[in-house]
Protein backbone atom coordinates (compact mmCIF):
# COMPACT_ATOMS: atom_id res chain seq x y z
CA UNK A 1 0.00 0.00 0.00
CA UNK A 2 0.98 3.50 -0.78
CA UNK A 3 0.82 6.09 1.99
CA UNK A 4 -0.64 9.28 0.17
CA UNK A 5 0.72 12.75 1.35
CA UNK A 6 -1.45 15.60 3.32
CA UNK A 7 -2.14 18.51 1.25
CA UNK A 8 0.28 21.11 1.07
CA UNK A 9 -0.39 22.98 3.86
CA UNK A 10 -0.10 26.89 4.62
CA UNK A 11 3.12 28.47 4.85
CA UNK A 12 3.20 31.28 6.31
CA UNK A 13 4.34 34.78 4.44
CA UNK A 14 7.72 34.91 3.80
CA UNK A 15 9.72 37.59 2.87
CA UNK A 16 12.90 37.10 0.77
CA UNK A 17 16.46 38.28 1.46
CA UNK A 18 16.78 40.26 -1.55
CA UNK A 19 13.67 42.45 -0.58
CA UNK A 20 14.94 43.07 2.73
CA UNK A 21 18.48 44.06 1.17
CA UNK A 22 16.58 46.48 -0.98
CA UNK A 23 14.29 47.78 2.05
CA UNK A 24 17.75 48.34 3.70
CA UNK A 25 19.39 50.33 1.06
CA UNK A 26 16.43 52.74 0.09
CA UNK A 27 16.24 53.37 4.13
CA UNK A 28 20.04 54.25 4.10
CA UNK A 29 19.44 56.30 0.28
CA UNK A 30 16.40 58.15 2.24
CA UNK A 31 18.15 59.00 4.89
CA UNK A 32 21.14 60.31 2.92
CA UNK A 33 18.69 62.11 0.82
CA UNK A 34 16.94 63.51 4.48
CA UNK A 35 20.12 64.60 5.73
CA UNK A 36 21.50 65.93 3.11
CA UNK A 37 17.99 68.27 2.43
CA UNK A 38 18.41 69.17 6.53
CA UNK A 39 22.15 70.19 5.86
CA UNK A 40 20.89 72.52 3.26
CA UNK A 41 18.48 73.99 5.84
CA UNK A 42 15.24 72.75 4.39
CA UNK A 43 14.30 70.22 7.02
CA UNK A 44 14.88 71.49 10.70
CA UNK A 45 16.55 68.72 11.79
CA UNK A 46 20.42 67.72 12.50
CA UNK A 47 21.71 66.06 9.68
CA UNK A 48 23.81 64.00 11.62
CA UNK A 49 20.64 62.40 13.62
CA UNK A 50 18.76 61.83 10.41
CA UNK A 51 21.58 59.94 9.01
CA UNK A 52 22.88 58.08 12.05
CA UNK A 53 19.22 56.79 12.48
CA UNK A 54 18.53 55.72 9.00
CA UNK A 55 22.21 53.55 9.05
CA UNK A 56 21.17 52.32 12.38
CA UNK A 57 17.44 51.20 11.56
CA UNK A 58 18.93 49.71 8.10
CA UNK A 59 21.13 47.74 10.10
CA UNK A 60 18.66 46.81 12.43
CA UNK A 61 17.13 45.27 9.86
CA UNK A 62 19.45 43.23 7.92
CA UNK A 63 20.62 42.13 11.33
CA UNK A 64 16.83 40.94 12.26
CA UNK A 65 16.11 39.43 9.50
CA UNK A 66 19.58 37.22 9.20
CA UNK A 67 19.03 36.36 12.92
CA UNK A 68 15.32 34.80 11.39
CA UNK A 69 16.99 33.17 8.76
CA UNK A 70 19.59 31.28 10.77
CA UNK A 71 17.16 30.42 13.34
CA UNK A 72 14.85 28.91 10.82
CA UNK A 73 17.88 26.83 8.84
CA UNK A 74 18.87 25.69 12.32
CA UNK A 75 16.02 24.26 13.50
CA UNK A 76 15.14 22.06 10.05
CA UNK A 77 19.03 20.66 10.72
CA UNK A 78 17.50 17.83 12.57
CA UNK A 79 15.05 17.12 10.32
CA UNK A 80 17.71 16.33 7.22
CA UNK A 81 19.10 14.28 9.68
CA UNK A 82 16.28 12.29 10.41
CA UNK A 83 15.17 12.47 6.59
CA UNK A 84 19.18 11.14 5.33
CA UNK A 85 18.43 8.08 7.75
CA UNK A 86 15.44 7.34 5.92
CA UNK A 87 16.84 8.01 2.71
CA UNK A 88 19.90 5.43 3.77
CA UNK A 89 17.24 2.59 5.09
CA UNK A 90 14.89 3.24 1.29
CA UNK A 91 17.89 2.75 -0.39
CA UNK A 92 18.69 -0.65 1.48
CA UNK A 93 15.86 -1.83 0.55
CA UNK A 94 15.89 -0.73 -2.94
CA UNK A 95 19.45 -2.44 -3.43
CA UNK A 96 18.08 -5.47 -2.06
CA UNK A 97 15.08 -5.08 -4.36
CA UNK A 98 12.65 -5.40 -1.66
CA UNK A 99 10.11 -2.63 -3.66
CA UNK A 100 7.62 -2.46 -1.47
CA UNK A 101 9.80 -1.88 1.85
CA UNK A 102 11.47 1.01 -0.01
CA UNK A 103 8.45 2.59 -2.17
CA UNK A 104 6.64 3.68 0.80
CA UNK A 105 10.31 5.70 2.27
CA UNK A 106 11.20 7.00 -1.27
CA UNK A 107 7.13 8.57 -1.10
CA UNK A 108 7.45 10.06 2.24
CA UNK A 109 10.66 11.64 1.55
CA UNK A 110 9.28 13.30 -1.57
CA UNK A 111 6.67 15.22 0.50
CA UNK A 112 3.34 16.15 -1.15
CA UNK A 113 5.60 19.03 -3.56
CA UNK A 114 7.57 16.12 -4.75
CA UNK A 115 11.12 18.58 -4.01
CA UNK A 116 13.22 15.62 -2.42
CA UNK A 117 15.48 14.92 -6.12
CA UNK A 118 16.57 11.76 -4.94
CA UNK A 119 13.79 9.62 -3.29
CA UNK A 120 11.59 11.29 -6.07
CA UNK A 121 13.98 8.81 -8.67
CA UNK A 122 14.14 6.48 -7.05
CA UNK A 123 10.32 6.03 -6.18
CA UNK A 124 10.05 6.35 -9.91
CA UNK A 125 12.38 3.17 -10.06
CA UNK A 126 10.65 1.33 -7.48
CA UNK A 127 7.31 1.84 -9.61
CA UNK A 128 9.27 0.71 -12.71
CA UNK A 129 10.07 -2.46 -10.70
CA UNK A 130 6.78 -2.53 -9.84
CA UNK A 131 5.32 -2.36 -13.51
CA UNK A 132 2.82 0.52 -12.16
CA UNK A 133 4.00 2.80 -15.35
CA UNK A 134 1.67 5.97 -14.55
CA UNK A 135 3.18 6.23 -11.53
CA UNK A 136 6.61 5.89 -13.14
CA UNK A 137 5.72 8.53 -15.40
CA UNK A 138 4.70 10.97 -12.61
CA UNK A 139 7.20 10.74 -10.71
CA UNK A 140 9.86 10.53 -13.86
CA UNK A 141 8.22 13.69 -14.71
CA UNK A 142 8.83 15.48 -11.19
CA UNK A 143 11.89 14.46 -10.88
CA UNK A 144 12.72 16.00 -14.06
CA UNK A 145 11.16 19.32 -13.48
CA UNK A 146 14.31 19.24 -10.65
CA UNK A 147 16.73 17.87 -12.68
CA UNK A 148 15.98 18.11 -16.61
CA UNK A 149 19.40 17.07 -18.25
CA UNK A 150 19.21 13.69 -16.15
CA UNK A 151 19.10 10.82 -19.91
CA UNK A 152 18.37 8.17 -17.13
CA UNK A 153 15.54 9.71 -16.16
CA UNK A 154 14.17 10.58 -20.02
CA UNK A 155 14.77 7.19 -20.63
CA UNK A 156 12.56 6.14 -17.68
CA UNK A 157 10.12 8.68 -18.61
CA UNK A 158 10.24 7.23 -22.77
CA UNK A 159 9.91 3.65 -21.05
CA UNK A 160 6.92 4.57 -18.92
CA UNK A 161 4.77 5.97 -22.48
CA UNK A 162 5.91 3.32 -24.35
CA UNK A 163 4.54 0.80 -21.65
CA UNK A 164 1.35 2.99 -22.12
CA UNK A 165 1.57 3.50 -25.61
CA UNK A 166 2.15 6.70 -25.84
CA UNK A 167 4.68 6.32 -28.82
CA UNK A 168 4.56 9.76 -29.88
CA UNK A 169 5.55 11.32 -26.17
CA UNK A 170 8.26 8.37 -26.12
CA UNK A 171 9.80 9.08 -28.72
CA UNK A 172 10.38 12.84 -27.82
CA UNK A 173 11.69 11.72 -24.44
CA UNK A 174 13.63 9.27 -25.76
CA UNK A 175 15.17 12.18 -28.30
CA UNK A 176 15.86 14.29 -25.52
CA UNK A 177 17.51 11.34 -23.62
CA UNK A 178 19.62 11.04 -26.68
CA UNK A 179 20.91 14.48 -26.95
CA UNK A 180 22.28 14.50 -23.62
Not at 81 to 98: T, V
Not at 106 to 121: Q, Y
Request: charged letters at 25%; one cysteine or more.
Amino acid sequence: MIPTMPEDEAAPPRIRPKYIGLAAVAIVVGGIIAAWLAGQGIIPINPGLILGTSILLATLIVCCSSSLMITSFASKMPEYGEMEIRYREAMGFYEDGEWDKALPIFIELAGPRLDHKRAVFYAAKCFEAKDDWNNTKKYARAYLELKPKDKEAWELLSSAHKRLFEYEEAEEAQERAESL
